[in-house]
C-alpha cells in the first residue's frame, strides 16, 4: 500500500498544469472551432460561387472546354452594345416602384389604421393580407394566370357583367399592360407583409407621444406626419431594403406568369441571366450580369442605410 500510495504521489507530481500562455491561445481557439462549420458553409455556398461567377464575368464561356479571358469586355458590351439590358434594366426600375413604394404606402397606411382604430375581427384581417406571404410564388403565379387570363379569367368576367367590355383585355399578353400586371401582383404579395412589419413598430412608440401631438393641437394626419413614420424609421428601413431586393432579383413570379414575355415586356435581369447561361450558353456574359445584378442590390442597399442615418 505504500508502494502505492508512493507511485501515485510521483504520477500525480509528475502533472504540471499548462501554463498560462498555453491556457490563452486555447481560450482564443476555442471560438473560432464553434463558428467553423458556419465559415466553412459560407465559404461552400456563398464566397466560393460569388469568386466562381467574377472570375467567369472577366471570360468568354460557353459552358464546355477552357473559358478564355477578354476581361471587361462583357460589362461593356452590357452597359453600351447590348439594347436588351437597357429594357430589362427599365423593367427592374418599374417592379421596384410596384414591389416596394406601392406596398410601403399602403402598408404604412392599413398599419396605421388598424393601430389607431378599434375595429373587430382585426386579426383575421391580418392574416388574410399576410397570406400572399405564406403562399409559394409558383402557386401565386398561377392562380393569377388564372385571375387574368382573357378566356376564362375573374377580371374580364367582371368588367363585362358591369358593361365595360371596351376594357376587357389579355391582362399578361398584352405588351401595354403585361408589366404593369406583374407588378400589380408584386405590389399585392408584399402589402401584407409591410403591414406587419409596421404594425409591429407602430406597437412599441410610446402613447405619450400621440397625447403631447394631441395636446398640440396636432390632426390625425399631422400625428401620424410627426409621430408615426419618424417611429418607424428602422422598420421602413428594414421594409425598403426587403421589397427593393426582392424587386431586383424577381424571378420566379415573372417565369410563371409571363415567361418574360409578350416579347420583352416583362422580362427583369434574373430571368435574362438565366436565359444567357442556360438557353444561348452565354455563361461568361450571363455572369456579368448576375454580378451587376449584385453590385446594384448591395449599393441600393447602401444608399438606403446611409439616407437612414441622415434622416
Given at each position: 500500500m505504500e508502494k502505492n500510495s508512493e507511485s501515485v504521489g510521483r504520477?500525480?507530481?509528475?502533472?504540471?498544469?499548462?501554463?498560462?500562455?498555453?491556457?490563452?491561445?486555447?481560450?482564443?481557439?476555442?471560438?473560432?472551432?464553434?463558428?467553423?462549420?458556419?465559415?466553412?458553409?459560407?465559404?461552400?455556398?456563398?464566397?466560393?460561387?460569388?469568386?466562381?461567377?467574377?472570375?467567369?464575368?472577366?471570360?468568354?464561356?460557353?459552358?464546355?472546354?477552357?473559358?478564355?479571358?477578354?476581361?471587361?469586355?462583357n460589362y461593356i458590351t452590357a452597359f453600351l452594345h447590348d439594347p436588351v439590358f437597357r429594357v430589362v434594366l427599365r423593367n427592374n426600375f418599374v417592379y421596384i416602384f410596384f414591389f416596394s413604394a406601392v406596398p410601403i404606402g399602403i402598408g404604412l397606411l392599413l398599419a396605421s389604421l388598424i393601430a389607431r382604430a378599434n375595429i373587430k375581427g382585426i386579426v383575421l384581417f391580418r392574416t388574410v393580407l399576410f397570406a400572399p406571404q405564406i403562399v409559394p410564388l409558383i402557386a401565386t403565379g398561377i392562380i393569377w394566370c388564372w385571375i387574368l387570363s382573357p378566356i376564362f379569367g375573374v377580371v374580364n368576367e367582371v368588367l363585362s357583367l358591369v358593361g365595360l367590355d371596351e376594357l376587357t383585355r389579355p391582362w399578361l399578353g398584352d405588351p401595354s399592360t403585361a408589366l404593369?400586371?406583374?407588378?400589380?401582383?408584386?405590389?399585392?404579395?408584399?402589402?401584407?407583409?409591410?403591414?406587419?412589419?409596421?404594425?409591429?413598430?407602430?406597437?412599441?412608440?410610446?402613447?405619450?407621444?400621440?397625447d403631447a401631438a394631441k395636446i398640440d393641437g396636432a390632426n390625425a394626419f399631422q400625428q401620424f406626419l410627426n409621430v408615426t413614420v419618424p417611429g418607424l424609421r428602422y422598420e421602413l428601413t428594414v421594409a425598403i431594403i426587403m421589397t427593393v431586393t426582392q424587386a431586383l432579383r424577381v424571378f420566379a413570379l415573372v417565369y410563371v406568369t409571363t415567361?418574360?414575355?409578350?416579347?420583352?415586356?416583362?422580362?427583369?435581369?434574373?430571368l435574362y441571366t438565366y436565359s444567357n447561361v442556360f438557353q444561348f450558353h452565354k455563361v461568361g456574359y450571363g455572369a456579368s450580369l448576375a454580378v451587376i445584378l449584385t453590385a446594384f442590390i448591395l449599393i441600393l442597399s447602401w444608399v438606403i442605410l446611409r439616407l437612414r442615418e441622415e434622416f
Open positions: 504520477l500525480s507530481g509528475s502533472i504540471r498544469p499548462l501554463p498560462n500562455s498555453l491556457k490563452s491561445i486555447k481560450s482564443k481557439l476555442v471560438p473560432y472551432f464553434y463558428i467553423m462549420p458556419g465559415f466553412i458553409a459560407f465559404s461552400l455556398f456563398v464566397f466560393y460561387p460569388l469568386i466562381t461567377t467574377l472570375w467567369y464575368s472577366l471570360t468568354k464561356w460557353d459552358g464546355f472546354g477552357t473559358p478564355r479571358f477578354i476581361g471587361l469586355a404593369f400586371a406583374v407588378g400589380g401582383i408584386g405590389s399585392w404579395i408584399w402589402c401584407g407583409f409591410c403591414m406587419v412589419i409596421f404594425l409591429a413598430g407602430i406597437q412599441k412608440i410610446d402613447e405619450s407621444f400621440y415567361r418574360g414575355g409578350p416579347g420583352r415586356a416583362t422580362l427583369p435581369i434574373s
